[in-house]
């Protein structure tokens, strides 16, 4: 195969208000919960593709209105977590990103098919350990059933350190 | 900027592109200038010309790794900075690091790192530093 070129999609749209709050929707406005937009980027899984992902995540951390030091954070967090999964994808597979961009909050899911169900992620690593510090949690998605995801959230006041 | 102030060309980083150059602004200190951003791709990259920058000439020459075009460093890049900083610390000598933006400083702060390196705004810093404990005349 030739080097990949881009082949990512992004879609976005506004979560639908019965998986927000099914016993208030039809309710009138104000019932609801406010709804956290949803972006979903999918890439080939391809290091190389990475820049792409990082730079969602960077863009919708800026508009959420989380400080710089948070952004920064949840870019390198996003890089990382994305590394390490593309690390382990299926030659040819593709690399899902979410972002579920709440008030004060954004979750991440990454996840991406694997060769061999039992490949392993190490998270006895020097990335792992930088991803715990950056994301306020992280924790990795491996049954053995083919996928292997990471979840990850981050508030937009980032803690001092 | 200082007298090494980037040409033009050297605009904002692009995304996923890697450059480096040695240079030598004054006697007896070497300058690694990196501009892009360092991450799993090209933290190779980057490793490789720190190790052209630890092989400087004489032993007690100032080494230096300026950051300011650096608009990314993820820890596959932190990895490589820090094993440079360890190097250099076994050739008896520290590694300068200069005008990180917060893209740069943020990460080496959050893992503790900074403490490896000598962290310092511009190259201006540096030199001021150097010709500050040289003896007068």
Do not use: Y
Request: charged share 20%.
């Amino acid at each position: 195969m030739g080097i990949e070129g881009p082949s990512g999609s992004v879609t976005k749209g506004r979560r639908r208000v019965s998986e927000v709050d099914p016993v208030g929707a039809g309710d009138g406005p104000g019932t609801v919960e406010t709804p956290g937009s949803v972006v979903e980027v999918r890439t080939s899984a391809s290091a190389s593709l990475i820049p792409t992902i990082r730079a969602v995540a960077s863009d919708l951390a800026a508009r959420a209105d989380f400080d710089l030091d948070a952004i920064s954070d949840l870019r390198m967090a996003v890089d990382e977590a994305c590394a390490t999964l593309v690390d382990v994808a299926a030659p040819g597979s593709s690399l899902r990103c979410t972002f579920d961009v709440r008030e004060e909050l954004i979750r991440v899911h990454a996840e991406v098919d694997t060769a061999d169900a039992a490949t392993p992620v190490s998270t006895d690593t020097f990335g792992w350990r930088v991803l715990q510090t950056l994301a306020d949690e992280v924790e990795l998605e491996a049954n053995g059933s083919g996928t292997v995801g990471i979840r990850l959230h981050k508030r937009a006041d980032a803690a001092p350190r | 900027m200082s007298a090494l102030s980037f040409p033009a060309s050297r605009g904002p980083s692009r995304p996923g592109g890697l450059d480096t150059s040695l240079t030598r602004p004054a006697p007896g200190v070497h300058v690694l200038l990196v501009d892009g951003e360092v991450d799993t791709l090209t933290a190779p990259i980057l490793g490789e010309a720190l190790g052209g920058l630890l092989a400087a000439e004489p032993a007690d020459a100032v080494v230096a790794v300026d950051l300011s075009g650096v608009g990314f460093l993820a820890s596959s890049g932190l990895a490589v900075l820090i094993r440079a900083a360890h190097t250099a610390g076994s050739q008896g000598r520290v590694l300068h690091l200069l005008g990180g933006s917060r893209a740069v400083t943020r990460p080496l702060e959050v893992t503790g790192s900074d403490q490896l390196f000598t962290l310092l705004p511009a190259l201006d810093e540096l030199l001021a530093r150097i010709d500050g404990d040289r003896p007068a005349g």
